[in-house]
Structure formats: C-alpha cells, structure tokens
C-alpha cells in the first residue's frame, strides 16, 4: 500500500530564505510522485511531478524537488521564498500499475512567508 | 484549453436532503475523479471515472456515488446528507494513464446545517 508522510504541518520561513518542505512516500511500487500547491479559497495546482528520468525535477515559481529512492523522499525546495508562496502544498504519490489513477496525499505543509 | 470546471461552487444543505454536485473536465479527458477536503481527514479519494465506468473507489459509505457521461462530464451525489459531509469537493481530470498529470478544478463547497 501506499502512503505520503509530510514532516512539520506548519513551516515559516522568512521572505528570502530557503524553503525546505519534507515529504517521504512509502510504496510498494515504483511511484509517481507530485507536489501541488492550494492557495486559499482555491483547488489545488499541480508544482511538479516525477515519473521517470531525471530524479531533480523543476516545476513553477521557481521550486524543485529531487527523488531519492534510496531515501524514499521527494522534498520541495525553492532558495527564496516570496511573500506569494504562503499556500499550502501538498505532496502525492500514485502507483504505476493498473493503469488508474489515484492520488494518495500527505496532510499537506502550511507555508507562511513573513517579511 | 479551458481547465476543470466545477458547479456549484458554493451550496448549503440541510441533514437529511441530498445534493449533486457537476464536474466538467478538460477537453479530451477521460478520466474523472473526485476528491474530499476537510480540515480533519485532510484530502481523501473518493472514486475515478474512465470512459463512463467507476474504476476506482474509496473508502466511503454508499451515500456517496457518482456516474460519467458519454462526454466525460461527470456528477457525484451524496444523499441523506449528514453535517460531517461538510466539505471542499474537488474534482479533478487526467487522460487517465497512470503517471498522467491530474488537473484540478476549484472546487464546490458543500455546507451542511
């Protein structure tokens, strides 16, 4: 079966600071793995996603994230935090196999950006 | 491309009634599912439409169904509605491979009192 843990559900950063969200998956199959950000009032948007290939993926607004199977961790990075990054993100796994698609979601990391 | 369009986006309901909630996805999308937010279970899958047939199903009691139409426009229904099915109801499109990138619309806000 597979789960996302986020580590911390809130993090406060200051405006130009390194943003560091932490997210480990556990799966029984190699995963799909996304990060999707919510604003307030609002669906969620898609960051970045990871299939295959190249294990530091770039996404929007300037964050990535690098996959580490040895770790079995996806964290979100961005090196500066803006004051529009206050969101809340979440990260997601789906398993390859089958064909369907299903999203598993960690509780989700409230970022706050003070200036 | 116009994105996931989801309506209502905001309804109250009392206990008891029962409500539809309408989802149309991205042009060329066959795969539909549906998602609920709240601030205690946090985001739960509720069940996936492909090509008209439920694929996938959560762990949710029977009250909550849905169907897909012929032209990948779908509907979820919850009936004897109960206050904890107070919720953000998202919705969300994929061509439907696993791995494909899944859209979200913005979501119906569902009150029940």
């Known amino acids: 079966a597979q789960s996302v843990t986020q580590l911390g559900s809130h993090v406060s950063v200051s405006e130009g600071a390194l943003v560091l969200l932490r997210c480990n998956y556990s799966?029984?199959?190699?995963?799909?793995l996304f990060w999707y950000v919510q604003y307030p009032n609002q669906g969620l948007q898609l960051l970045l996603k990871?299939?295959?290939?190249?294990?530091l993926v770039k996404g929007i607004n300037g964050f990535e994230a690098e996959f580490k199977k040895s770790e079995t961790s996806f964290h979100l990075t961005k090196p500066s935090a803006h004051m529009s990054d206050a969101a809340e993100y979440f990260c997601?796994?789906?398993?390859?196999?089958?064909?369907?698609?299903?999203?598993?979601f960690g509780a989700g990391t409230r970022l706050a950006v003070h200036p | 491309k116009a994105g996931v369009t989801q309506t209502p986006r905001y309804l109250i309901k009392t206990r008891g009634q029962q409500v539809t909630l309408s989802c149309s996805p991205i042009?060329?999308?066959?795969?539909v599912s549906w998602y609920q937010q709240t601030p205690g279970q946090g985001l739960q899958f509720l069940f996936e439409?492909?090509?008209?047939?439920?694929?996938n199903k959560g762990n949710f009691p029977g009250r909550f169904s849905g169907r897909q139409f012929s032209n990948s426009r779908s509907e979820m229904n919850v009936s004897t509605l109960e206050l904890g099915d107070s919720a953000l109801y998202l919705c969300?499109?994929?061509?439907?491979?696993?791995?494909?990138?899944?859209?979200f619309g913005e979501g119906s806000w569902l009150t029940v009192v």
């Open positions: 439409y492909f090509s008209e047939t439920q694929r």
């Open positions: 997601a796994v789906s398993v390859k196999s089958g064909g369907y698609n299903k999203l598993i």
């Open positions: 990871y299939t295959t290939g190249a294990t």
């Open positions: 042009s060329g999308h066959r795969s």
């Open positions: 969300a499109s994929s061509p439907g491979d696993a791995g494909n990138t899944i859209y």
């Open positions: 799966s029984s199959v190699p995963p799909y």
